[in-house]
Every structure is written in C-alpha cells, then in structure tokens.
C-alpha cells in the first residue's frame, strides 16, 4: 500500500505564497507519475498540476499556469507545490495523488493513491 501524507498549507493573503509538500511512503516513489488535485467548497475536485517520474514533463491547469510549480525529489520521496501569486479562487483542500505509471496524467481517476489532503485559504 502507498500512503500520501501533504503538508504546507495554511492561511496567506492574496499575492502570498506556500509550498505544499507530498511525502510518499514508497520506496519506488521515483516510477511514479505525482499529481496535486484540489476540491474548493461547493466545487467538484479539479486538476491543478502533475509530473512524471523524472521531473521531465510537466502539466497544469490554466487556471494556476505562470503560478505554480511543481517539482519532485526522488531521494527523499517528496513532490511539491510551489504556489505563488495566491488568489481567493486559490482556498481549497488540495490532495496529492500517485499512480505507478511513466505517462504524464492529468485525470484523477486513472490516479490509484490519494492523500489526506491539506487546506488552503486565501484572504482577500
């Protein structure tokens, strides 16, 4: 069984920044494709940004390009989320997701492992 343990998020005002952390509990972390997904209240679950193994290629969604960053350190198992330039629309429980695969994914349901996920809200 893989575990997705996130960390990193929190309170910031708009324009701030936080960097969201996924620790995976995987010793084959680095054959994974990572994807960071988030849920605002009311909303369905949307894709916000993926990456594959090698850090290589790299997706995200329209709504946070030029914003964020995602980025992987397979030494210690870890894939992150670097999100600058918040903004209101940005607050919601962000989860990370893994599935053991090389292709670049930007589905959540072809993602085999979730997080707890970690909320974060942007005051205006």
């Known amino acids: 069984q893989v575990q997705l343990v996130e960390s990193g998020g929190g309170l910031v005002q708009a324009g701030g920044s936080l960097r969201l952390s996924c620790a995976v509990s995987?010793?084959?972390?680095?054959?994974?494709?990572m994807g960071w997904f988030r849920q605002a209240p009311g909303k369905e679950r949307e894709f916000v940004a993926a990456i594959t193994w090698s850090g290589g290629n790299t997706a995200y969604a329209d709504s946070v390009k030029g914003r964020f960053t995602i980025s992987r350190d397979n030494a210690k198992n870890t894939v992150y989320l670097q999100m600058n330039s918040l903004k209101p629309e940005d607050t919601a429980v962000y989860y990370c997701?893994?599935?053991?695969?090389?292709?670049?994914?930007?589905?959540?349901?072809?993602?085999?492992?979730w997080g707890q996920g970690t909320q974060v809200t942007v005051s205006s």
């Open positions: 997701a893994a599935k053991g695969t090389i292709v670049l994914i930007t589905t959540q349901s072809e993602y085999d492992y």
């Open positions: 995987r010793s084959a972390f680095r054959l994974y494709t």
